[in-house]
């Protein structure tokens, strides 16, 4: 069965810190999916980044850094030079091959407070 | 592109009352659509598969026959709240994945969501 675990509940940091979101996921599957949402207050799920088994590559997107590691099953989210916008529940996701339909199980979300 | 609408955006309504919310892809064709429920500082909980033109695959624990659901086209899906009651108020929000071409999980593209709120 496929699992997500975000063991960080809430994150408090000043502007400008760097701030890591943990994720560690559990699945069978040889392939599958991760992802990363940010829901801000107004709701929305906003969608960040997706990564498959096969690419441990680790990627940047500005001051979004993504870390992939299948031996320890973990896909860690880092912000640099956090910014009040960054304020919001970020969700880790994991979406398995064999299931039908690709469905995607969230975990509980992190909430990231970002104080100026 | 690949965008999501879902209407409406809030309903208050009174116990008893069925309540349907729309999931529309506007610019892609979306085989498969799915609807999550989220209490107030919880996780997205998935509550039912969607798939175009036979019926919904729901999750363990959700009534079939309290959250209807239809997809009758390649770009609507609609979940209908049936008889509802306080504590089915909750965030629902809907999401869909372009139909696969080939290989490969797109990511799901999600509505803003519906705040549902019954008296």
């Known amino acids: 069965a496929q699992k997500v675990t975000q063991a960080q509940t809430e994150i408090s940091v000043v502007e400008k810190e760097d701030v890591t979101l943990d994720c560690v996921y559990e699945?069978?599957?040889?392939?599958?999916?991760l992802f990363w949402y940010k829901q801000p207050p107004s709701g929305e799920l906003v969608f960040l980044i997706r990564?498959?088994?096969?690419?441990?590559q680790n990627e940047i997107s500005g001051r979004y850094s993504w870390n992939f590691q299948k031996s320890t099953s973990s896909f860690n989210f880092t912000i640099t030079a956090s910014q009040v916008v960054d304020s919001a529940v970020y969700f880790c996701?994991?979406?398995?091959?064999?299931?039908?339909?690709?469905?995607?199980?969230f975990g509980a979300g992190t909430r990231l407070f970002v104080k100026a | 592109g690949a965008v999501v609408s879902q209407h409406p955006s809030w309903v208050i309504c009174k116990s008893g009352t069925s309540v349907k919310i729309e999931c529309r892809s506007l610019?892609?064709?979306?085989?498969?659509m799915f609807w999550y429920r989220q209490f107030p500082k919880q996780s997205l909980m998935l509550m039912a598969t969607?798939?175009?033109?036979?019926?919904?695959?729901?999750e363990q624990g959700v009534e079939k026959d309290k959250f209807l659901i239809n997809h009758a086209s390649l770009t609507l899906s609609t979940l209908t709240v049936t008889s509802a009651h306080p504590e089915d108020s909750s965030f629902y929000i809907c999401?869909?994945?372009?139909?696969?071409?080939?290989?490969?999980?797109?990511?799901?593209?999600f509505g803003d969501g519906t705040r549902l709120s019954i008296l």
């Open positions: 990564r498959n088994s096969f690419d441990e």
């Open positions: 699945t069978r599957d040889t392939t599958y999916y």
């Open positions: 996701a994991l979406s398995e091959s064999n299931t039908g339909g690709f469905k995607t199980i």
């Open positions: 610019d892609f064709q979306a085989t498969t």
């Open positions: 969607s798939n175009e033109g036979s019926k919904a695959t729901y």
């Open positions: 999401s869909a994945r372009v139909a696969p071409r080939g290989l490969g999980n797109q990511p799901q593209h």
